[in-house]
Structure formats: structure tokens, C-alpha cells
């Protein structure tokens, strides 16, 4: 079974540009997530999508941070402009299903590193 | 806000050693608990988790952990580490609240030396 698809893995711009991160999950899994980590720190969840619906986004800076799921497969994570404080990984995780309490796992990718000079 | 507490930042053993990890959380309602694991160069992966039942949970690669109502926590065990074992451990919660989301602590970094 293939693994959660991400890319780029790098990226370095420069404060002010946009940038974009591209996530393909597991094929079937319903929901997507995306986590922001800054070094040091746990991932933070930023959105978190059923299908092609938002479910959660409490923690996205909608002023410069957006996402979108339009088929409900794939996803990409946009930031415009970008700050130096938004250095940091960025992780797309899926699941099977809504509800970690039955037993659904989040499966994570390998994140994209993000600095921003 | 809830909140998940690893008070043990780098953690250095020898090989052999046991390990224990500490976790809290600041929810005190029904909580779902977990302990995630990233080993060098690879992506964060489930090492056990636990929802009800025996508050003790074993996992993959001999881990272990117990979660403690009264005192919140959910503390991670190995009686015997190896190298390999070299990773960052990060212990997170889900509450009613939003049962998907997962709150992170700041993890712990463990070196095992040979």
C-alpha cells in the first residue's frame, strides 16, 4: 500500500512570496489533515478535511494560509505572503474514516521543510 | 485549551537501559491517547495507543505504556532499549471535542548509545 505523497520536500522563499505544498493520501482514506511543525515543537493541526469538506480549521492564519480539497483525493496547502515565523515542516496526514476513538490511525507523509529568509 | 505536557525534552541511554518517558494532559474528561514515534530521516508513525479498557496498552517493538486517570498521564516504557531506538517520541490526546484531532506535546528526543 503506497504511503501519503508530498511535495516538495524542500523549499526555501523569501519572506513576502507565496509558496504551495501539494498531499496525496492514502487512496480510500477520507480525511486529511494538515499539520504545521515548527522546530521543537509537536505538530499542530491546521485543517482538517472530510472528503472534500472542512472540518476543522480553528488553527489556520486564514489572512495568509489556505486549503483546498476539490476532488476530495489530492490537496494543496497555500501560503501568500509568507511570514519568517511560517519556517517549519509541513505535514498532510490521512485516515481512513472520521473518529480516531474507533480505531482509525492517522498515517503521516514526510513533510515538506519549509524556511522562509 | 487542552494541552499535552513531556517534561523529558533529550533523553540519553545506554543500551540496555529501561526508558521511561513522561506524558500529561490537561483535559479532564474522556480522552483518547497515543504515542507517535519518528525515527531518523522516516515519517511519524503510531506506536500504541489506547481508548478504554486495560489502562495498560502495548505496542510495536516492546513498548509499553500506562495510562494513569488521577494523575493524567500516559507514560511511556521499555524495559530494554536498543539503538535502534533512537528516535523522537511524541505523546498526543484527542478529546470529544473534535475525536480527529490530535494535540501534541513537544516530544522527546532519546540518543541510545551502544
Known amino acids: 500500500e503506497a504511503g501519503v505523497a508530498q511535495s516538495p520536500r524542500y523549499k526555501i522563499i523569501e519572506k513576502r512570496q507565496s509558496v504551495a505544498f501539494w498531499c496525496n493520501p492514502i487512496s480510500g482514506h477520507a480525511t486529511l489533515y494538515w499539520y504545521q511543525q515548527i522546530l521543537g515543537q509537536g505538530p499542530k493541526l491546521l485543517i482538517q478535511f472530510q472528503n472534500n469538506g472542512v472540518v476543522d480549521d480553528s488553527q489556520l492564519p486564514k489572512d495568509r494560509f489556505s486549503a483546498e480539497r476539490l476532488k476530495g483525493v489530492d490537496s494543496t496547502l497555500k501560503i501568500q505572503p509568507a511570514k519568517l515565523e511560517d519556517s517549519a515542516v509541513y505535514l498532510c496526514?490521512?485516515?481512513?474514516?472520521?473518529?480516531?476513538?474507533?480505531?482509525?490511525?492517522?498515517?503521516f507523509g514526510p513533510g515538506t521543510r519549509l524556511l522562509v529568509l | 485549551a487542552q494541552s499535552v505536557s513531556q517534561h523529558n525534552h533529550h533523553v540519553i541511554l545506554s543500551e540496555a537501559a529501561s526508558l521511561e518517558l513522561g506524558c500529561n494532559y490537561s483535559y479532564g474528561g474522556t480522552v483518547n491517547l497515543f504515542w507517535y514515534v519518528q525515527y531518523p530521516g522516516q515519517h511519524l508513525q503510531l506506536l500504541l495507543k489506547?481508548?478504554?479498557?486495560?489502562?495498560l496498552v502495548k505496542g510495536i517493538k516492546g513498548f509499553e505504556a500506562e495510562f494513569i486517570k488521577s494523575k493524567f498521564s500516559f507514560n511511556l516504557r521499555k524495559p530494554s532499549v536498543q539503538w535502534s531506538d533512537t528516535a523522537e517520541y511524541f505523546c498526543a490526546v484527542t478529546t470529544p471535542y473534535n475525536t480527529d484531532k490530535l494535540i501534541f506535546g513537544t516530544g522527546t528526543r532519546l540518543q541510545v548509545f551502544p
Open positions: 496526514a490521512s485516515s481512513p474514516r472520521t473518529g480516531t476513538s474507533g480505531g482509525g490511525t492517522q498515517y
Open positions: 489506547y481508548f478504554s479498557g486495560d489502562p
